[in-house]
């Protein structure tokens, strides 16, 4: 499974943007999806992850109430829609996939798949 995350850019504080995690050669809707990123000069950090039947999704405390994520099995794509952006959200922005929803939240180095990132700069 090849994994592609789009739909970054560069919007002001208080803007949204929705990122797109677009799956292609294999069985994507199997896997739960979870959303990192990594700003400059810091480690990488969990966001937000979803479980393959969209039953179950979870949130970093820094991201509760303004990101939302969701998936499109049909489609073989994850969204990460981004509300009240702040300064701080800016970083690259990765999706990947995992056999578990906990692996996803809690073991992000045992992904088996990694799509390259987007970058999204918000401004102040």
């Known amino acids: 499974v090849q994994l592609q995350a789009s739909g970054g850019g560069l919007v002001e504080a208080g803007g949204s943007l929705r990122l797109s995690c677009a799956a292609s050669?294999?069985?994507?809707?199997?896997?739960?999806t979870g959303w990192f990123r990594q700003a400059p000069g810091k480690e990488r950090e969990f966001v937000a992850a979803i479980s393959w039947n969209s039953g179950s999704t979870y949130y970093a405390d820094s991201v509760k109430g303004r990101f939302t994520v969701s998936r499109d099995n049909a489609k073989n794509t994850v969204y990460l829609q981004m509300n009240s952006l702040k300064p701080e959200d800016t970083a690259v922005y990765y999706c990947?996939?995992?056999?578990?929803?906990?692996?996803?939240?809690?073991?992000?180095?045992?992904?088996?798949?990694w799509g390259k990132g987007t970058l999204v700069t918000v401004s102040s």
């Open positions: 050669g294999g069985t994507f809707s199997r896997y739960a």
């Open positions: 990947a996939a995992g056999q578990t929803l906990t692996l996803v939240t809690t073991a992000p180095q045992h992904m088996k798949y």
